[in-house]
């Protein structure tokens, strides 16, 4: 089969493009006209005039100008579309179609006849794929599962709303964290963190960046055990460095605090068999989903996470990718041919969008430029996120750890958990701050940590003369 299967008769509704164009001319339907042309796209429309007679209307109500006859046989004339519509006597002849008094109600029909169309192509470039192997599988049901969301999701069409409706809602979502005793964000552990950011939001994007073999990965997979082990919530790891077997070591070490280097190396000993068992009978039963595709877009990201809400009817409540830069670009974008800080910048808004219309948190992990390495120890900034300033700009929130020795400190401080006889050399190396240099929604800080590398596990150590602000 060389061609896509279409059939010979695709959904249409001739009549209903031709009244709505008629009803959106008439006098008095200019404010109408103007909302149902601007939410809708010309690939709503089935017949060529209609297609051009919608192009210049667009164009008018964009210029101010009344939408008539006469004003469209200008602006097609000047589009030079004027002889496709059959002159200013077809101009004419779509006019005097029926009018409706509401026009949505033929705006409606043509979405929902277009989205008919849209997943008869679908079907038939996925059978065309399919038949010539163009593919694997399962790349064809992830691009699949992302146009028909994307079919199903169709054009945002919302607009201005009245303060009254947006206050209304507003204060219910208050009303409802009252009741629940918290916030609508994800808490992931951490108490000034949950404190200052009320818990990672809903469409939001959180950026946390560090150079490498910091413990960025770490901090992120701690996150991860607390959302879902101390509040049950439903989280997705996409880790695109590190396999599901260091991802799913890293986890048993964490919660059971046995080494990871017995873990990873099976020197285990005693009772810490058991214990490793236990841990992971409990982790097992969590609602955790772990992807190490090391080469992934956003793309497969999103059709992933819609076949797995799709599949178990729940919502995920967080989703954490380790890290950006690893992040592949679809051959067919403007940024797969360019270079990589625009490459970047077009991913950044991809998770963005991603973290928006799914209304879930999403946490990116990403590298810093290496100059951070030479600068005395100076913490890192915002102009360190590596390739692309779209990052600071999409992010709602950006952290950094930074890994210098802060200041002396006591045998007082350190957790309970460490071992004493390290000293306190071993204390210092650990040390970590948490650095909010950004929050869209809030104030910034310095949240001093301690790492425990043993166990890959962070700690919040009290402030102790620490600046709260960067």
């Not at 919660?255 to 490793?276: A, N, P, R």
């Not at 973290?355 to 946490?363: I, L, Q, S, Y």
């Not at 990116?364 to 951070?372: A, D, F, G, T």
């Not at 950004?438 to 104030?443: Q, S, V, Y």
Request: charge should be negative; proline fraction near 4%; glycine fraction near 6%.
């Amino acid at each position: 089969m060389s061609e896509d299967w279409i059939p010979e008769h695709m959904p249409e509704d001739l009549d209903a493009e031709r009244s709505l164009i008629a009803t959106c001319c008439a006098p008095g339907m200019e404010e109408e006209a103007a909302e149902v042309i601007t939410n809708l796209n010309e690939d709503d429309f089935v017949h060529p005039a209609h297609k051009a007679i919608f192009r210049a209307m667009g164009r008018l109500i964009d210029a101010s100008l009344p939408i008539n006859a006469l004003t469209l046989k200008d602006s097609l004339g000047t589009a030079k579309d004027l002889s496709r519509v059959g002159d200013f006597a077809g101009i004419v002849e779509v006019l005097v179609s029926e009018e409706v008094r509401d026009p949505q109600v033929l705006a409606d029909i043509l979405t929902r006849k277009r989205k008919h169309r849209d997943l008869i192509r679908l079907g038939a470039q996925l059978t065309r794929k399919a038949v010539h192997e163009e593919d694997a599988p399962e790349v064809l049901v992830e691009q699949a599962s992302h146009e028909l969301f994307r079919i199903a999701q169709g054009k945002d069409t919302r607009g201005l709303e009245p303060i009254s409706q947006v206050m209304a809602e507003a204060y219910r979502r208050i009303l409802d964290r009252l009741i629940s005793g918290g916030s609508s964000g994800v808490k992931v552990g951490f108490s000034r963190l949950d404190t200052l950011t009320q818990g990672f939001q809903p469409g939001n994007l959180v950026v946390l960046g560090a150079r490498p073999s910091v413990g960025k990965t770490a901090l992120a997979l701690n996150w991860l055990l607390h959302a879902s082990v101390r509040h049950h919530k439903h989280v997705a790891f996409f880790s695109l460095e590190m396999s599901k077997e260091e991802v799913s070591n890293r986890l048993i070490s964490s919660h059971s605090k046995v080494d990871l280097k017995k873990v990873t190396h099976g020197q285990i000993q005693g009772e810490e068999q058991q214990i490793i068992c236990n841990a992971q009978e409990v982790l097992s039963q969590y609602n955790i989903y772990i992807c190490d595709r090391a080469a992934i877009t956003i793309r497969e990201i999103a059709a992933m996470v819609d076949k797995l809400c799709s599949q178990s009817g729940k919502k995920l409540d967080l989703i954490i990718i380790d890290y950006l830069q690893l992040i592949s670009s679809p051959q067919d974008s403007r940024g797969a041919r360019q270079n990589e800080a625009v490459r970047i910048g077009e991913i950044s808004r991809a998770l963005k969008i991603l973290a928006r219309e799914r209304n879930v948190p999403v946490v990116v992990l990403s590298q810093l430029n290496r100059e951070v390495e030479h600068g005395q120890g100076r913490r890192p900034q915002l102009s360190d996120l590596r390739d692309s300033g779209a990052i600071e700009q999409d992010a709602d929130i950006v952290m950094f750890i930074h890994s210098s020795k802060i200041k002396p400190g006591s045998s007082e401080d350190i957790p309970a958990s460490t071992d004493i006889n390290s000293g306190l050399d071993d204390y210092e190396h650990n040390k970590r701050e948490l650095i909010i240099a950004k929050h869209r929604n809030g104030p910034t800080s310095v949240i001093p940590l301690y790492f425990e590398s043993q166990y890959t596990l962070y700690h919040e150590l009290e402030p102790d003369n620490y600046s709260e602000r960067v």
